[in-house]
């Protein structure tokens, strides 16, 4: 049994939710299970009487910390199970600090979230114990200890800290796939040491350098060089890295989108097929993705598909807003490119 059994009889509270109030399980297909609702007294024992699945898809503000760890033990047992965080879904709390982390394989979808915060005793304030005991759970599953530890310690009962997909991703809180092992959190952990990324060139460039280098990425980090990272060598390079397996799949998109944006040899990587491959053809996950919904946009414009870029992009656009209030200032222009190319279309 994993560090988790060891803390089983923790009873505390991730906020206070009612027992009253309980966990929705429904079948989606044959092998995948939607968890939805606030996890409450009972939850464990209706997920161990559930007939065999391999994914289980989590929507759930959290809840009663001893079921939800109830329910990780669960997940053990049964072995080789993936869990996610679908497009438009949220799992906060004990479902993300106890449950997501669990699975064997796990994802969180372009569009989805997880929320982290720190163990509430019974007076609404820290509890120390229970902060632990979550970390030692997810670092028995291969999440970095101080994602848990630290987040928790430092976001209070009554706060959330909201990690996108991006951000899971980056802080090694995913696992593609049981041979994943490059989700260790070392790209977040540079940017939080304020690092800067060193001179690149085509023999020192990785994953982290290229995105850290690609200005679309949530962990870029600028040189103050002129023109960093465009030289011919590091974008080859660079397309090499994206195109690799073994790289992260949302830092790959990231580099893919800046490739697009600046590599005048971009067409050789095929950016919009690569991009649809990573992320699976899952079309909910790209349409709530700009950066991919802009790659696509963008790609069809090379491609002489005017209005179908055009069409791509103003919906990037809309999802970016939604996301973060703004629009990045480059990507009006490629909108405009877009109209003018569709208005010469017949």
Not at 118 to 147: F, I, K, L, Y
Not at 154 to 162: F, Q
Not at 251 to 270: E, G, H, R
């Amino acid at each position: 049994m994993r560090a988790l059994a060891h803390f089983t009889l923790v009873i505390v509270l991730l906020g206070v939710v009612p027992s009253a109030q309980a966990m929705d399980f429904r079948w989606r297909d044959q092998s995948t299970v939607q968890a939805s609702g606030p996890i409450g007294q009972g939850d464990a024992a209706k997920l161990a009487a559930l007939a065999k699945f391999d994914t289980l898809e989590l929507d759930s503000p959290g809840g009663l910390v001893s079921e939800a760890l109830a329910m990780a033990a669960n997940i053990d047992a049964r072995g080789n199970i993936q869990t996610v965080v679908a497009s438009g879904a949220s799992c906060a709390s004990a479902c993300a600090m106890a449950i997501f982390v669990s699975g064997q394989t796990r994802i969180v979808r372009m569009g989805g979230r997880l929320g982290i915060h720190s163990c509430a005793s019974s007076d609404g304030t820290q509890s120390a114990e229970c902060n632990t005991a979550m970390a030692a759970n997810a670092r028995a599953h291969g999440v970095p200890w101080g994602v848990i530890e630290g987040f928790g310690k430092y976001t209070k009962p009554s706060s959330m800290l909201w990690l996108t997909a991006e951000d899971a991703e980056c802080w090694g809180l995913m696992k593609w796939s049981l041979q994943d092992t490059s989700n260790n959190g070392i790209a977040c952990f540079r940017r939080g040491l304020s690092m800067k990324p060193a001179e690149v060139t085509a023999k020192n460039a990785d994953d982290v350098l290229c995105r850290m280098n690609a200005g679309t990425s949530g962990v870029y980090v600028s040189t103050g060089r002129k023109g960093q990272g465009f030289s011919d060598a590091y974008r080859e390079a660079c397309r090499r890295i994206a195109a690799d397996p073994r790289t992260p799949k949302y830092a790959a998109i990231d580099i893919i989108l800046w490739l697009t944006l600046t590599d005048p040899n971009v067409s050789a990587l095929k950016p919009g097929t690569l991009m649809v491959t990573i992320l699976e053809k899952n079309e909910s996950q790209i349409r709530r993705c700009w950066k991919c919904l802009t790659i696509v946009g963008i790609s069809m414009l090379m491609r002489g598909q005017a209005k179908d870029a055009l069409s791509a992009l103003q919906e990037a656009v809309e999802v970016v807003k939604q996301e973060t209030g703004a629009v990045p200032a480059w990507l009006p222009s490629r909108v405009e490119l877009a109209e003018a190319e569709a208005k010469k279309s017949p």
